[in-house]
T-cell receptor, first 114, second 114 residues
Framework: DAMVIQNPRYQVTQFGKPVTLSCSQT?????MYWYQQKSSQAPKLLFH???????NEADTPDNFQSRRPNTSFCFLDIRSPGLGDAAMYLC?????????????FGSGTQLSVL | AQSVTQPDIHITVSEGASLELRCNYS??????LFWYVQSPGQGLQLLLKYFSGDTLVQGIKGFEAEFKRSQSSFNLRKPSVHWSDAAEYFC????????????FGTGTRLTIIP
């Protein structure tokens, strides 16, 4: 039973064309994270929501935005995708932000930019 | 800021052989340490974690890891690997101050040969 669900599994977009990736969770967790993982690199945190509180990482480009309309859903919006934004995007959740909390990951969305 | 190093990009092991994946961290105090596994086409799954206490921790799927403060290491081991263990393995660190992000290493890809 999937607990963190990401759609679509593969997404192809054109250079400069806005794209939205979605994530939903059935765990009722307070925190939702978005990670970017480029080929052969470590997952890199873009931002997270703690409930409705949005927390952006300092080095996340303005091109990346996020929305969390309710506890279950979180969206990643890329306003003008560039070739360098092609990557796997991972959504994760945790019950709270304590350092000992386990993160639950979705299967990811592989984004290609043409 | 904390950092994680996984010196081995790719390791090949025969099925049934023992395995050790290396992880070194950089942090002034004892951080919280994690090992995650990512199977092809899947999200990351937590194998085990270390916070305090016994320096040898047991995880799922027969994995264990040993925290060695003197070496700033948290190496992952398994006595006998199975073909299904082929995956990407990520070591991760988080400070124990709370509200700190999880920082991943660049991963080690494990290939199992018959």
């Amino acid at each position: 039973d999937a607990m963190v669900i990401q759609n679509p599994r593969y997404q192809v977009t054109q250079f400069g064309k806005p794209v939205t990736l979605s994530c939903s969770q059935t765990l009722n967790h307070n925190v939702m994270y978005w990670y970017q993982q480029k080929s052969s690199q470590a997952p890199k945190l873009l931002f997270h929501y703690y409930d409705k509180d949005f927390n952006n990482e300092a080095d996340t480009p303005d091109n990346f935005q996020s929305r969390r309309p309710n506890t279950s859903f979180c969206f990643l919006d890329i306003r003008s995708p560039g070739l360098g934004d092609a990557a796997m995007y991972l959504c994760a959740t945790s019950r709270d932000r304590s350092s000992n909390e386990k993160l639950f990951f979705g299967s990811g969305t592989q984004l290609s930019v043409l | 800021a904390q950092s994680v190093t996984q010196p081995d990009i790719h390791i090949t092991v025969s099925e049934g052989a023992s395995l050790e994946l290396r992880c070194n961290y950089s942090y002034g105090a004892t951080p919280y340490l994690f090992w995650y596994v990512q199977s092809p086409g899947q999200g990351l799954q937590l194998l085990l974690k270390y916070f305090s206490g016994d320096t040898l921790v047991q995880g799922i799927k027969g994995f264990e890891a040993e925290f060695k403060r003197s070496q700033s290491s948290f190496n992952l081991r398994k006595p006998s690997v199975h073909w299904s263990d082929a995956a990407e393995y990520f070591c991760a660190v988080r400070t124990n101050f709370g509200n700190e992000k999880l920082t991943f290493g660049t991963g080690t890809r494990l290939t199992i040969i018959p």
